[in-house]
């Protein structure tokens, strides 16, 4: 999709697109993350596969909002669920942040397509100004034209509103015969998320989580008091324990002997 040119969905097996400023393009390294390698979000992985799933057959499903900590597996869900699910018809388009002023152009060629598309917006927010998110709105539920049935929006975020939030937001807050109206400055930021019917929290892993992810990833290591200690150190140096932290040590310390 570039210009007035649509794009030809029928040149390309792909499962992935890849949706910014020079128009729509295929992704042929597909991330090989698999659905059964991601550890301590359990809860979060069994709400998205069932709204997925009745999203692939037709019936009631949300667009979802994965929000939290960085590096606790929320990109990495979604590119699992890919991999899980492209079998069964599920395509997904990642849009960035920039792009989704595009976002109307681009539901209006995949409504009528055979297949379900995932919307994929990562890691976003909006500063304050930003207007793009008004075509985010129209396409979750706001606006006279009905969202199309084969398409639903995931995204990701620090943010669990998407936009920021200041302390001076609560000044216009006021309390009217005992009820609490907040300002239009938090009606704003709110409304925003709640048009996203599935909202997953994701929080920095406690230390027995962090291990668990490490051991997964070093299935083979024969001393887990020796390893365990080297994973802790190196979650210490770095401030955090995440998903992405033990990954970040198993690229480090894979084949180091003091590892197994």
Not at 213 to 241: C, M, Q, W, Y
Request: proline share 4%; net charge negative; aromatic share 10%.
């Amino acid at each position: 999709m570039s210009g007035n040119q649509p794009f030809d969905w029928s040149s390309t097996p792909a499962a992935l697109w890849r949706r910014h400023r020079a128009g729509l393009r295929a992704v042929r390294r597909l991330d090989p993350v698999q659905w059964g390698s991601l550890t301590g979000i359990e809860r979060q992985q069994q709400a998205l596969a069932r709204n997925t799933e009745r999203f692939l057959v037709g019936e009631p499903s949300n667009n979802a909002l994965l929000w939290g900590a960085r590096g606790t597996g929320k990109s990495s869900l979604i590119k699992a669920l890919l991999n899980r699910y492209k079998e069964q018809g599920l395509r997904i388009i990642e849009v960035d942040k920039d792009d989704l002023v595009n976002l109307p152009e681009i539901v209006d060629d995949i409504c009528d397509l055979p297949f379900r598309f995932i919307i994929f917006c990562d890691d976003l927010s909006f500063d304050v100004g930003e207007s793009s998110y008004k075509a985010l709105k129209s396409v979750l539920e706001g606006s006279l034209e009905l969202p199309p049935e084969n398409v639903r929006v995931y995204a990701t975020s620090n943010r669990r509103h998407l936009m920021p939030e200041f302390m001076s937001d609560n000044l216009s807050s006021k309390v009217e015969n005992g009820e609490l109206h907040p300002g239009e400055a938090i009606e704003e930021q709110v409304s925003l998320a709640d048009r996203f019917g599935l909202q997953l929290s994701f929080y920095a892993f406690s230390q027995d989580v962090y291990l668990q992810a490490v051991d997964a990833l070093f299935p083979e290591a024969s001393d887990r008091e020796n390893l365990h200690r080297e994973a802790i150190r190196f979650a210490t140096s770095k401030g955090v324990r995440n998903g992405r932290t033990a990954q970040q040590f198993y690229r480090q310390y894979s084949g180091n002997e003091n590892t197994g």
